[in-house]
C-alpha cells in the first residue's frame, strides 16, 4: 500500500520551492530558508529530560529540527516543578520521555519523534542515537556525561554538553578527537555543587538556549564552542570561554 508524503517532507518540499511555511517565518531571517531545510533533515538526540533537557526539547520542537531521538528512564517529581519546562503538576509521576512526546506533538506535530525511557550506559548509545547528527548532552552526573561523550565518539558525531549548578552554568561542543570532560570533571566525583547550590529556573533556560544554539551552528554554519567551555554566571553577567588543552 502506498504511504502518503509526511507533514515533515510537505514543509520541506515547499521550503524547497521558496515557500515558507508560517511557523517558521520569525526563524528565515536568521538562518535562512537553507538552514531552515537542513534543520528540518536534521535528527537530534537529547540525553536527559530534565532542567536542561526540558527546554532544549521545546527549543528544537519550535526551530523546526525534523527528527527528534529523546530519551530519559526517569519520572517527574514535585521538586522538578520550579525549573523542568515539561513539568506540570498534572504530570507528576509520569514518565518524562511520554510528557515530551505529548508537548512535541502540541508544539509542532509535524516532527519525527522517538522515545527511550531509560537510563543510558555507553552499551546503549551507539544503538539508540544510530542516525543522529548530533546529540546534546542533558544529563546531571559525571559518570553518564562521559558514557554519552564516549558513545557519541563512536559514532563518528558531535556532542553540545551544558551543566548547571546554582546561577551558573557551562556549554561546550566537543567533536570526536577534541579535548573532552576529563579535562573539566578531572576530580572524579559523580555529582558536584549542583546538588548544594540547587537549580533556579533561569539558569537551565540560558544554558539550554546556548546548547541549542550549539546544534544550530553545526548544522548551518557558524562556530561551535569547540577545544573549550563557555562559563556562565548569571548573577554577575560573566561569560568566559576557558580554552582546553
Same mark, same amino acid.
Given at each position: 500500500m502506498a504511504r502518503g508524503i509526511s507533514p515533515l517532507d510537505v514543509e520541506a518540499a515547499a521550503l524547497e520551492c521558496g515557500v515558507? $511555511?508560517?511557523?517558521? =517565518?520569525?526563524?528565515?531571517?536568521?538562518?535562512?530558508?537553507?538552514?531552515?531545510?537542513?534543520?528540518?533533515r536534521s535528527c537530534i538526540g537529547v540525553c536527559g529530560l530534565g532542567g536542561l533537557g526540558g527546554f532544549i526539547v521545546a527549543s528544537l520542537a519550535r526551530f523546526g529540527f525534523g527528527r527528534l531521538i529523546?530519551?530519559?528512564?526517569?519520572?517527574? =517529581?514535585? #521538586?522538578?516543578?520550579?525549573?523542568?519546562?515539561? &513539568?506540570?503538576? %498534572? #504530570?507528576?509521576? @509520569? $514518565?518524562?520521555? @511520554?510528557v515530551a512526546e505529548e508537548r512535541v506533538a502540541a508544539m509542532n506535530s509535524a516532527l519525527d519523534v522517538r522515545t527511550c525511557h531509560l537510563?543510558?550506559?555507553a552499551d546503549d548509545i551507539p544503538e539508540i542515537f544510530s542516525g543522529a547528527d548530533v546529540v546534546?548532552?542533558?544529563? #546531571?552526573?559525571?559518570? %553518564?556525561?562521559? =558514557?554519552?561523550?564516549?558513545? &557519541?565518539?563512536?559514532?563518528?558525531? $558531535?556532542?553540545?554538553h551544558g551543566a548547571i549548578a546554582g546561577d551558573s552554568g557551562q556549554v561546550m561542543t566537543i567533536f570526536p578527537g577534541d579535548p573532552g570532560l576529563r579535562a573539566i570533571y578531572a576530580s572524579g566525583e559523580d555529582k558536584g555543587v549542583e546538588t548544594i547550590l540547587g537549580n533556579p529556573p533561569t539558569t537551565p533556560a540560558l544554558i539550554a538556549s546556548l546548547q541549542v544554539m550549539e546544534a544550530v551552528k553545526i548544522l548551518c554554519g557558524g562556530e561551535p564552542l569547540r577545544h573549550g567551555f563557555l562559563l556562565v554566571d548569571t548573577s554577575t553577567n560573566l561569560y568566559q570561554f576557558i580554552p582546553l588543552k
Open positions: 515558507i $511555511p508560517t511557523r517558521y =517565518a520569525r526563524n528565515i531571517g536568521t538562518i535562512g530558508i537553507e538552514g531552515q531545510l537542513r534543520l528540518l529523546l530519551v530519559d528512564g526517569d519520572t517527574f =517529581a514535585e #521538586d522538578n516543578l520550579n525549573r523542568q519546562d515539561l &513539568c506540570f503538576e %498534572s #504530570d507528576l509521576g @509520569r $514518565p518524562k520521555v @511520554r537510563f543510558v550506559d546534546i548532552d542533558a544529563l #546531571d552526573t559525571v559518570s %553518564s556525561r562521559l =558514557a554519552l561523550e564516549e558513545g &557519541c565518539a563512536r559514532l563518528g558525531i $558531535p556532542m553540545v
